[in-house]
């Protein structure tokens, strides 16, 4: 079975720092998906970010970014100039292959940006 | 286009009594999801319709029952609710794209927060 860690259940930082949240997981399986979602306190998960793990290039959405190791099986999520709306419970989620459909979720990580 | 929208938002039902929970998707998505999520132990799968007419556990089934009544609806019932059923649920849909870029993501609807007292 898969299985998803996120090591730090909560964080701070200063507006307009940059925050690094980690995640690993466990799996046998060569061609997966790994997603962040965030649920600010409006509970409402949000997509905040994708990697196919066939994909070398880590992937990129504006102020977000992934560190993707597929060997080493870590998917940390860099937020940069980070802001107030960013404080959220950050989840990471893995999806075995494409087209399975079930999401495996970690704990979670509580960030707080402190203005 | 409302996405995924789940009701109620908020529930108290006492020890023994039942309940559906109502979700719907206007994406045209052929898969649909619940899920539970508790303090401290992120979203678990309770159960999924990879399409319509199809339904099959997930990881915490036991206590559920789910119709998907049509590709847009799917939902929950708690035959006889308990305490340990209170919890906060989300439905989620997503479709696969073959060929394209952004398949097989989850969208979630708002949530349910259910006390069982």
């Known amino acids: 079975a898969q299985t998803v860690t996120q090591s730090q259940p909560e964080m701070s930082v200063q507006e307009a720092e940059t925050v690094t949240l980690s995640c690993t997981y466990d799996?046998?399986?060569?061609?997966?998906?790994l997603f962040w979602y965030k649920q600010p306190p409006s509970r409402q998960m949000i997509l905040v970010i994708r990697q196919e793990a066939y994909k070398q290039q880590n992937a990129t959405e504006n102020r977000f970014s992934v560190n993707f190791q597929k060997a080493a099986k870590s998917f940390s999520l860099k937020i940069s100039d980070s802001q107030l709306g960013d404080t959220a419970m950050y989840f990471c989620a893995f999806m075995k292959r494409p087209g399975y459909g079930k999401l495996t979720f970690g704990t979670g990580t509580r960030l707080t940006i402190i203005p | 286009n409302a996405g995924v929208t789940q009701t109620p938002k908020f529930q108290v039902l006492k020890t023994g009594q039942s309940m559906t929970l109502q979700c719907a998707q206007d994406?045209?998505?052929?898969?649909m999801y619940w899920y539970r999520q508790d303090p401290g132990m992120g979203l678990r799968l309770i159960y999924y319709s990879a399409s319509e007419g199809t339904t099959d556990k997930g990881e915490v089934p036991n206590g559920y029952n789910v119709s998907r009544l049509n590709k847009r609806e799917f939902s929950l019932r708690l035959e006889s609710a308990a305490p340990s059923q209170t919890s906060v649920y989300f439905c989620?849909?997503?479709?696969?794209?073959?060929?394209?870029?952004?398949?097989?993501?989850?969208?979630f609807g708002p949530g349910t927060r259910l006390t069982v007292l």
């Open positions: 989620a849909s997503s479709e696969i794209l073959y060929g394209q870029g952004d398949t097989d993501t989850q969208y």
């Open positions: 994406m045209n998505h052929n898969s």
């Open positions: 799996t046998s399986e060569s061609n997966y998906y």
